[in-house]
């Protein structure tokens, strides 16, 4: 069956939010107004308990689970930083042969590795390109990228964007901060002819948690690409995340996208964009930003966006496909 | 009763692993563990083997697979040597930590630099303090009857820690030997179906692999180090029942005419056979000449080696390993520091052969016990590198 022709159990309205416990308990230790586990908690919300749930060691491990304490309501393993795609690969291996060997659950078990964009682009992307290119049944790679090395301190990775500040890519008299452009995480996991790739913003809170339920669905490999604002390593006051989510997607900074078998999805067009400095004022890291950095960011954000309209318009999915509001 | 057939000491291991039932395999090739490898990868193609074969992309990410399907509750083997365990570090010291019971056959092969694709023991003796099982295996008979046994060892809920399984790359897993292999009912019978310790199973959810504060880091390592330790009595019953399941006796500790000798050899793994040889060459000369060997290397069997070695006069240790920047091998170390407290112990001297590839031979082992003899009573500064080119 293609990807886009799946169904699965969408979430319509805010009246349809799935009732009961919380998949990720309360409790836990993330910083106030952490985007990230409001993300986290979304996704694994949307899937209930029914899966396996793999993490990268991280901010979201770390807060998480210190021992003798978790706040996972499903069975999660925590391995180590690079590998938790290999891990993932393993648990979803291991049920599959167990289902055929009538040792088992009947039935298909998600099985969700979820690590941060360091342990994702960086240290992690040997590991998680294997898993793709191998094509496990039932495995969802979720990269919830808060744009450096939060947990370690705010040190640049290469999911930090253009001229970031951050411990190690400080801006200073020969620096603007980050000197590199974000590297294109979806369009490296598209590349592997994975059924599934998305984006997703827990600003756009029904988006991200049918993206999830969808990528559960579809058989074949997913990779979900999270932005999750982290007020701490932004320098950012606790009670913007959400307000800093909206502002990426709708200056186009983090487009909200699918890619079904290789074909596009704009899921939140972005006809007029906000003034891209309505997103870079709220955040301390890109305090030191002179009009003419903030220009070239525009330019460039703009111009990936439109190469992204060009791809759903040149590839589009046959199926029409509501797009979230 | 079953003839032995002449089979390839890699493939041995592989038809111990389909004989064991194995759920998931995950391996990256690496000389000289492919052929291993090979042969499961087409144990599972033709359907003899209903297992999963991950084809992960590095060792580093079989290692994570086989933590992940073994923590699931999958029966799970790998193979591995040299660069490839040594890319594994880090997963090698979480394994037994989170009580994944994983079965590692290891063609043993030298560690880069100079690359060399040879055998010796740097790869394992490097990973030595990372909590598994280690046994060391002497022939083609004992590395599938070993595998059996470490699936065994490892999945017993009492010990629930992960096997290593040393074979000597090349002068052990490439070599052609006869090898008895058993029925799948008869090893069915002698190793009881995988029921893990612990499991990730959504019917009852747990977490692994959890942080480990200052309160609660070493009591996490002391509990792995007291599993570790307790597990030498488990080995030694698989062993017991090993034997009266199929008539072939193993030990912790394997001696050789080392009764009466006054002085020992220690060995591990496949040299032992050519010490053996020389032993009996030396003894017909009226050498009062023995052997030990080492067949468990973690849990270090204390009371078996000093029962062993302590009424020799002297002790001529055997490594395989330069533990650079230290005097003595790993092996001497351990069995000087067990030694030193002994109320009767021999003169212990240490000696190093057949690095990376290096021909161990028959005349190595009589100037051994020559040098061991002449240096008894005396003080060794360094061991001595055996065959050296200086």
């Known amino acids: 069956m293609k990807a886009y022709e799946t169904p699965y159990a969408k979430i319509p309205n805010n009246k349809a939010f799935p009732r009961g416990l919380d998949s990720l308990a309360s409790g836990h230790r993330a910083c106030q107004g952490c985007g990230e586990v409001l993300a986290l908690r979304l996704l694994l919300k949307a899937l209930g308990t029914d899966f396996i749930a793999v993490s990268a060691t991280g901010c979201m491990e770390v807060c998480t689970a210190p021992f003798p304490q978790s706040a996972w309501r499903m069975p999660w393993i925590h391995v180590a930083f690079e590998n938790a795609a290999a891990v993932a690969s393993g648990v979803e291996s291991a049920t599959q042969i167990l289902r055929k060997k009538g040792r088992g659950p009947d039935k298909r078990i998600p099985v969700v590795a979820i690590a941060g964009d360091g342990g994702t682009a960086d240290i992690g992307i040997q590991a998680l390109s294997g898993a793709l290119e191998r094509f496990h049944e039932n495995f969802i790679y979720v990269c919830l990228d808060n744009e450096a090395y939060m947990n370690t301190g705010i040190q640049r990775s290469s999911e930090t964007p253009f001229g970031a500040n951050t411990t190690t890519s400080p801006s200073g008299s020969h620096s603007k901060g980050q000197t590199t452009w974000k590297k294109d995480m979806p369009a490296i996991a598209a590349a592997h002819g994975i059924p599934y790739v998305a984006t997703a913003n827990p600003a756009y809170h029904l988006d991200l948690m049918n993206k999830i339920r969808r990528a559960a669905a579809i058989e074949g490999p997913a990779y979900l690409h999270v932005y999750a604002p982290c007020p701490t390593g932004w320098r950012m006051k606790p009670e913007l995340a959400v307000e800093s989510g909206r502002l990426a997607t709708m200056t186009r900074i983090f487009p909200l996208y699918e890619v079904l078998d290789g074909l596009y999805v704009i899921n939140k067009k972005v006809d007029s964009p906000k003034p891209i400095e309505d997103y870079f004022k709220i955040q301390g890291r890109f305090k030191h930003l002179k009009p003419e950095d903030i220009a070239y960011i525009k330019k460039r954000v703009d111009s990936e966006y439109e190469d992204l309209v060009r791809l759903a318009e040149t590839f589009p999915v046959p199926a029409p496909i509501a797009a979230e509001g | ?390």
Not at chain 2, 197 to 203: E, M, P, Q, S
Not at chain 2, 225 to 238: F, H, P, Q, R, W
Not at chain 2, 263 to 275: K, W
Request: with cysteine; hydrophobic share 45%.
């Open chain 2, 1 to 390: 009763m079953a003839k032995p057939i002449g089979l390839e000491v890699s493939l041995a291991v592989s038809e111990a692993v389909r004989l064991c039932d194995c759920d998931v395999v995950a391996a990256y090739p690496i000389t000289p563990q492919t052929h291993i490898v090979e042969h499961l990868s087409e144990l599972v193609a033709n359907g003899h083997l209903n297992a999963a074969y991950i084809p992960v992309e590095s060792e580093q990410s079989a290692m994570s697979s086989c933590i992940g399907s073994s923590a699931a509750g999958a029966r799970t083997f790998t193979a591995t040597s040299s660069q490839g365990l040594a890319l594994m570090n880090e997963m090698l010291y979480i394994a037994p930590v989170l009580r994944t019971p994983i079965v590692m056959a290891i063609a043993n092969r030298a560690l880069s630099a100079p690359i060399n694709i040879w055998n010796d023991h740097s790869d394992i003796m490097s990973v030595r303090d990372a909590g598994w099982v280690g046994l060391f295996a002497e022939n083609g008979q004992e590395a599938l009857d070993l595998t059996i046994v470490s699936f065994r060892v490892a999945e017993d809920r009492q010990v629930s820690l992960p096997v290593t399984l040393n074979i000597d790359g090349f002068t052990l897993s490439h070599f052609i030997e006869p090898i008895l292999l058993p029925t799948l009912e008869e090893v069915a019978a002698y190793l009881p179906p995988f029921k893990p310790l612990v499991k990730l199973d959504i019917a009852k959810p747990i977490s692994m692999g959890l942080l480990g504060t200052p309160e609660s880091y070493a009591e996490s390592r002391k509990a792995t180090d007291d599993v570790l330790l307790g597990s030498l009595s488990v080995i030694k019953k698989a062993f017991a029942e090993f034997h009266k399941a199929f008539g072939r006796e193993y030990k912790a500790v394997e001696t050789y005419k080392s009764d009466d000798a006054e002085t020992v050899l220690l060995t591990m793994g496949s040299i032992s056979e050519t010490a053996m040889t020389a032993v009996d060459e030396m003894r017909e000369k009226g050498e009062k000449v023995g052997l030990v060997r080492l067949r468990v290397w973690r849990p270090f069997p204390s009371e078996d080696f000093l029962q062993a070695v302590s009424k020799a006069k002297n002790l001529a240790v055997i490594d395989r390993h330069i533990s650079l920047g230290v005097p003595f091998g790993p092996v001497c170390l351990e069995a000087k520091s067990l030694l030193y407290d002994a109320p009767a112990r021999p003169s212990v001297t240490n000696f190093i052969l057949g690095l990376g590839g290096r021909d161990v031979t028959r005349e190595d082992f009589k100037e051994i016990t020559q040098k061991a003899k002449a240096l008894s009573g005396k003080s060794q500064s360094r061991f001595d590198l055996i065959g050296v080119w200086e």
